[in-house]
Structures are given as C-alpha cells and as structure tokens.
C-alpha cells in the first residue's frame, strides 16, 4: 500500500507540474476522454484485494442522511478512494455494487430535497442549485456541502450515476471555468432578460446603484455589489461593472462559501486535473447520465437467456416485455425499471452498452426465464444486471407483474 500511495502520488504531481497531457486529452471526444478517465480512476482508487479492505458503512434507512453523513465524514483521503460497500442495518442483501447504487441514489435524493434546505430547483433548468440560505436550515450546512461534494466525487469514482441535474453554476465552478454572461439565462431567465436590457439601454435615469436586493423569508434585503455600492450610482459609463457584479453576486457571492466546501470535498477525492478535460455538459453527463432513456438502444444491447436464448426479441414474452415497455409505461416507469434491474434509474453516458456490473466490467442488461410457479413475480439481480422474467400467459399479467415488482422495489422486495 505504501508503494501505490507513493507511485500515485508521482503521478498526480506529473499532471500538476506538465499540464500538456491533460490539454491533449481536453481535445479529444468525449467517449475517449471518458475511457482516459476511468484509467486515472485505476490509478487513483485504492482496490480490494490490495491488501487494504473495501470500506464498509452500515446505514439505517430510516436515518440514512445522518448515518451516511457521520460515516462518510469520518473517513480520511486515502479510505475514500478505497470500494465503498454498503450495508441497509435489518436487510440481509450483500452489497457487491447493487446496494451501493440504491444508497447513492437515495442520499443524494435527500441531499438535494429542498425540505433538507441545501439546494433549490431552478425554475428555468430544473436542475439544483445552492440555497443562499442554507445556513438558516441548518447550522451545520457546511459541513454538509463539504460532504455532498464527497458524494459526488465518489459517485464519478464508483462509476454511478444520479437522476438529477446539477447546476451549471457549480459544474463551472468545479471545473475551475467562468460562469459567463449567457449562462445566466440557464440559471435566472428572468433576470437574464433584465439584465440584456440593461445591457441595450440607457440607465441614466432608473435611479441604480451598485446593490442589489434579494428575498430573505419574506424580507427583503438589499447588498452593496462593492464597498459603499448603495452611494455609487450606475450610469452608461460603468453599467458593464454593474452587469459583472450582478452576475458574480448570482452564481457565486451569495454562495461562495457553500461551493468551496462542496469544491473542498469534491477534491478530497478526485484531484481537479482529472476532470479539468471535460467541459460542464460533459460533467453533467457523467454525474446524471442520459436523462431520457432510449428504448431501442436498450433493446440492442440486452442479451437473452435460458428459454429466451434461441428466439430472443421474438420469444412471445420478450415482444410482449417491450410492448409494456414502449406502449404501457411512462418514462417514471421506464426508470424505476431500471432502478430495479441494475441499482441506478440513469443510463451511462455511452448508452446501454456501457452498463456495468459489480466487478467494472460491461455488462449487458440480461434477461434470464424463470418458472412462474418459483418466481411468480419479476425478480433482480442488481449486481449483474440480471433480470429473471417469468413467462406469463397474457400481457395483462406481464404488465401487473412489472408493476408489482417495482412499486416493490423501493423496500427492497424482488432485489439480490
């Protein structure tokens, strides 16, 4: 362990002092940058087996944000970057991948709920931003931003992926990039739109200055963008600066605190030259995966098996699996399907064909025949992306089975 610890350490300081690799990397497409990437994570993740154990957190479900957030955090540089396993306390399924899925999918759910106070929806993108006010919610919020930044890097190191997106502002900001002008309107159309006005027009007689006012529990509270900004009074002349405050101020000085701890976390486990390659879409694409899923590519790469293996596609259970799937179910569906197959509700940012299972191999989606009378109801093996499909005598019948196996799903029924 001491030799890995000092090989990779030369090999991040060869990145830091010669930057010419990562500018060479930074031009290629990205399914290569992505392969270049998951060989650093070779590199940089400590394996099972090499003579240090997998690190293992036990988690009550009904705890699962405070047991995660005492046992993530109590753990130093080197132990998370070793395989994390995870443990649900009182359920007796072993984790070789699967459980860790789920539990990256259900803690960064209540990372992200606005109820927990951390982040807020954007009302234009959808995706989650930092709350300004999160430190009202909660006292500790830092602490927890900084632990949220964990998660998120160990997402990308486990390979995982989240239903959810990220904001472009803290994309950037972990990519060490300029939040610009015009992704503001991805960010605040609203104010986007003010500002181009602004921008186009003359303020000579609007009255600004150089603050700015903000909602706060229902009181409104107005912030000097520089010192003594409320006296300083904006004009055609310097309404440019008045722009770049307004947009500093947007994306990162109502929350700079909050992104450096999410940022200091974040690199507690993958230094940032590993993912300094990547623009903010292509980083959006590794945490949250393909959002809509695509059917027939999920089609093409499934391999069939045990009475299913001669026909395939055309065995009268399997047309009638992708009927339900195209024509029945709704996109929610599709995704807790999926969920329930394979332990994530994304598809990786290659497709379907980049599906892996617990050991880092691909791994197909798999379809396996099941006697009705021994498994009356679909049932997954998420560690393999096994799912074993009884064969039902209706359409009707297959339906209810899916339906029942995955509102299931949730509490752990139908899962190995």
């Given at each position: ?212 006012a903000s909602e706060h529990f229902g009181a409104m509270e107005v912030t000097d963008l520089i010192e003594g900004g409320s ?186």
């Amino acid at each position: 362990p001491e030799n890995s610890c000092l090989e990779e350490e030369d090999w991040l300081k060869s990145l830091r002092s010669d930057p010419s690799p990562l500018i060479e990397i930074s031009m290629k497409p990205f399914w290569q940058k992505h392969v270049w990437l998951l060989n650093q994570f070779r590199l940089l993740q400590l394996p099972h087996g090499a003579g240090l154990e997998a690190m293992r957190i036990e988690i009550r479900r009904d705890h699962l944000l405070e047991d995660s957030f005492s046992q993530v955090m109590s753990m130093k540089m080197g132990e998370l970057r070793r395989w994390l396993r995870v443990q649900f306390v009182g359920e007796s399924g072993i984790d070789a991948g699967g459980i860790e899925r789920e539990w990256f999918a259900l803690v960064s759910k209540s990372l992200l709920d606005p109820q927990t106070g951390l982040f807020l929806i954007e009302k234009d993108s959808g995706a989650f931003g930092i709350n300004p006010s999160s430190g009202v919610a909660n006292e500790m919020h830092l602490e927890y931003f900084r632990f949220a930044g964990r998660i998120l890097a160990n997402l990308l190191l486990e390979q995982a992926s989240i239903p959810y997106l990220i904001s472009i502002s803290i994309l950037k900001h972990l990519l060490g990039s300029p939040v610009s002008f015009s992704d503001l309107e991805l960010i605040d159309s609203e104010l986007f739109k003010h500002l181009c006005w602004i921008k186009n027009n003359s303020v000579e007689n609007l009255g600004l200055s150089f603050t700015v006012a903000s909602e706060h529990f229902g009181a409104m509270e107005v912030t000097d963008l520089i010192e003594g900004g409320s006296l300083v009074s904006v004009t055609d002349q310097n309404k440019d600066d008045y722009l770049k405050q307004i947009l500093q101020n947007r994306v990162l000085g109502r929350v700079e605190a909050q992104i450096w701890y999410l940022a200091f976390g974040f690199y507690e486990v993958i230094p940032p030259q590993l993912i300094s390659v990547f623009d903010y879409c292509e980083l959006s694409h590794l945490i949250s995966g393909i959002q809509e899923i695509d059917v027939e590519d999920w089609k093409e790469n499934t391999s069939y098996h045990g009475e299913y293996r001669f026909a395939k596609e055309k065995h009268p259970n399997i047309v009638t699996f992708w009927k339900i799937i195209e024509e029945e179910f709704t996109g929610e569906e599709r995704s807790r399907l999926l969920q329930f197959v394979t332990g994530s509700s994304c598809v990786p940012p290659h497709g379907f064909k980049a599906l892996q299972s617990n050991d880092g191999q691909f791994r197909k989606f798999n379809i396996w025949s099941a006697n009705k009378i021994e498994t009356p109801l679909p049932k997954a093996h998420t560690c393999f992306n096994k799912l074993d499909l009884p064969i039902y005598e209706s359409k009707t019948d297959l339906l209810n089975g899916l339906i029942t196996a995955i509102s299931f799903a949730s509490v752990g029924f139908g899962i190995d």
